[in-house]
């Protein structure tokens, strides 16, 4: 089935806004406000090289469930080159400058089995002291501390590189401010039950102190996975679940779900959107049902990494990479596929792609995708 077919309906579905309202995904995410003081950048998404997504696959980049060091690294210098046109050295600095203090984020929510792997993070690191990017300059985040060192990430960085979080851990509310700026906020008319509109903290999702203050750029180091409320949870959902406060208000019941327009209107925050810079989608590993934590059944080898500036077009090719190995083992699309005791939501809000498209942070159409798939082994 077409991928237009596929999310037909969709981006029209109607959803539970805690006032009460209902409206489309596009909608809403085109009423939500954004006060984000923070400067245009032609590096911004979506980036230098909008469009363009460039994928490596490598036969032996894994081995009996171990990602193998050289060929990661192989498909990392490949991956870069192909996408900038220049060599190793020189694509990172195309990215940042020895002035920066670069953040990478990276993605522990389906530890132990599909996480951002330390050998491509170590890569990453890599190549940013090839750009002379001094290592207490170079700091990798995730929201939540206690997921951040329980996946390892602490126990991975090279010496002098720093690591950062917003807040201890995950709670089901979220409105605490502690760790995020008031100064930088998405405000949408979308709340938990038993908050009332009004609430101004209740609406906004505040940006975490790290992006705003923290770092002057980010990489974006995204995985291969499905979710239940998303659809698939890739760069897009990397940037805006991971950057702000009040998350859960998109997701709170199985049946209010709105993905759809939460994720893009977050993503199009100038502080998020002019400072996440180039975004690498760890493919080795993937997880093609019941995300976003990974449960083994579900984990297969792909074997590819990709790499873009644009995270929408970016998102398009790992949704149909993921959609194929579905499709392999008899599931439907996972724009189409209805509850199971994996996956419960009523309905997968992968239409949260396309409505960033529709927002500008990259391209959507697949026929303007520059699909460049390179095979190493």
Not at 78 to 85: A, Q, S, V, Y
Not at 303 to 321: E, I, N, S, W
Not at 345 to 356: G, K, L
Not at 371 to 376: E, S
Request: net charge positive; glycine share 8%.
């Amino acid at each position: 089935m077409a991928i237009n077919q596929m999310l037909k309906g969709i981006t029209r579905r109607n959803l539970m806004l805690g006032a009460g309202a209902a409206m489309t995904a596009l909608d809403l995410a085109l009423s939500a406000q954004t006060v984000s003081n923070f400067p245009a950048s032609k590096l911004g998404l979506p980036g230098l090289y909008k469009g363009r997504v460039v994928g490596v696959e490598h036969s032996g980049s894994i081995i009996d469930g171990k990602y193998q060091r050289e060929a990661v690294e192989a498909m990392m210098t490949r991956g870069m080159k192909e996408l900038t046109g220049v060599d190793w050295t020189e694509s990172w600095r195309q990215f940042v400058s020895k002035d920066d203090v670069v953040g990478i984020k990276v993605n522990p929510v389906g530890q132990p089995h599909v996480i951002s792997a330390p050998e491509v993070l170590q890569t990453i690191i890599g190549g940013l002291r090839a750009a002379g990017v001094p290592a207490k300059n170079i700091v990798v985040y995730d929201r939540y501390r206690d997921q951040f060192t329980s996946a390892g990430f602490d126990k991975w960085l090279p010496e002098g590189v720093r690591w950062s979080a917003a807040v201890k851990d995950y709670d089901n509310i979220q409105i605490d401010t502690e760790g995020y700026d008031l100064n930088h906020y998405m405000d949408m008319a979308l709340t938990h039950p038993g908050y009332d509109v009004s609430n101004e903290r209740a609406r906004r999702s505040y940006a975490s102190k790290f992006i705003t203050t923290e770092v002057s750029k980010l990489i974006n180091l995204c995985v291969l996975k499905d979710h239940q409320s998303a659809g698939v949870t890739l760069a897009l959902k990397n940037l805006s679940h991971g950057f702000v406060n009040n998350v859960s208000r998109s997701h709170f019941t199985t049946t209010a779900n709105s993905c759809g327009a939460f994720i893009p209107a977050v993503v199009s925050m100038p502080v998020i959107r002019n400072k996440a810079v180039l975004n690498i989608l760890d493919g080795v590993k993937g997880l093609y049902h019941g995300g976003p934590g990974a449960k083994p059944q579900f984990v297969w080898e792909h074997k590819t990494m990709y790499f873009a500036t644009d995270p929408v077009a970016l998102d398009h090719v790992g949704f149909r990479a993921i959609d194929a190995k579905r499709m392999e083992v008899g599931k439907d699309s996972a724009a189409t596929d209805r509850p199971d005791k994996f996956s419960t939501f009523r309905s997968r809000q992968v239409d949260h792609v396309e409505i960033a498209g529709a927002l500008g942070l990259g391209v959507w159409d697949w026929d303007k995708i520059d699909r460049r798939m390179v095979k190493l082994a």
